[in-house]
């Protein structure tokens, strides 16, 4: 069964450096159910090691849905440098204005196309807010599976200041903990995750941890 809710949102108009921007964001809201559909979401503060746990997914050919790609697809629309200062200003500047849920709408029509499709293994790359995990629960009810990669908040960032993109330094890595959780409710998927896996140790560890997690979840 699926209840289907098309919504065109008026143009986003983005200032800055005095040249007003603008972007235009669709998105269709789907509450559905399809047989033995399991998306496994990966939830974690910056540095956790969300990423490395995507890739290990993808890399044996599941397909996977993308958050952050929406708002760097609106960026690029309104003509925006990409860097991570602007990305978050723009992700919260795009939710206060448009709504907490702008981002997750776009994310089930997407899993909606990949599972009529025929993909019945999905990753969520980059679930933030608790908006938007209720959202997801609720448009794909019992089909869910929340994992949060943890990690000692001075390892995470040694891992981002040795990064080759997007650098971050303590102060920063600190600053974007603090924003995201005052700002986009990152903390509450993270606290409810069905899973949580440590990543503290070898990458052979962190592996082992997530192929028993794919096990463990039926995601095969």
């Known amino acids: 069964m699926l209840l289907f ?17 603008q972007t235009l964001i669709c998105y269709n809201t789907y509450m559905t159910t399809h047989q033995n559909l399991k998306i496994l ?26 958050f952050g790609g929406v708002i760097l697809d609106a960026m690029k629309e309104a003509d925006i440098a990409i860097t991570a ?9 795009l939710r206060e204005t448009h709504g907490k849920d702008v981002v997750v709408n776009r994310i089930v029509e ?3 196309r990949l599972a009529d499709a025929g993909q019945h293994r999905i990753i969520a790359d980059g679930l933030y807010t608790w908006t938007e995990y209720k959202i997801l629960k609720r ?11 943890v990690a000692p908040r001075k ?13 971050l ?15 986009l409710e990152k903390g509450g998927p993270i606290a409810i995750a069905d899973h949580f896996i440590i990543n503290d140790g070898s990458i052979e560890c962190f592996d082992e941890q997530l192929d ?9």
């Open 169 to 183: 330094t303590a102060s920063e890595a600190y600053d974007r903990d603090q924003s995201e959780i005052e700002h």
């Open 139 to 149: 448009a794909f009810p019992g089909e869910l599976t929340v994992a949060a990669v």
């Open 41 to 66: 979401a990966f939830v974690g503060l910056t540095g956790s090691g969300k990423s490395t746990a995507v890739e290990h997914f993808t890399k044996k050919g599941y397909p996977k849905v993308y």
């Open 212 to 220: 028993a997690l794919a096990e463990d979840v039926s995601f095969s």
């Open 5 to 21: 809710r098309f919504t065109v949102l008026p143009l986003v108009y983005h200032k800055q450096d005095s040249k007003k921007l």
């Open 155 to 167: 390892l995470r960032y040694h891992r981002l200041s040795q990064r080759t993109v997007r650098p």
């Open 110 to 112: 997407q899993i909606q």
């Open 85 to 93: 200062e602007n990305e978050a200003r723009f992700r919260e500047e």
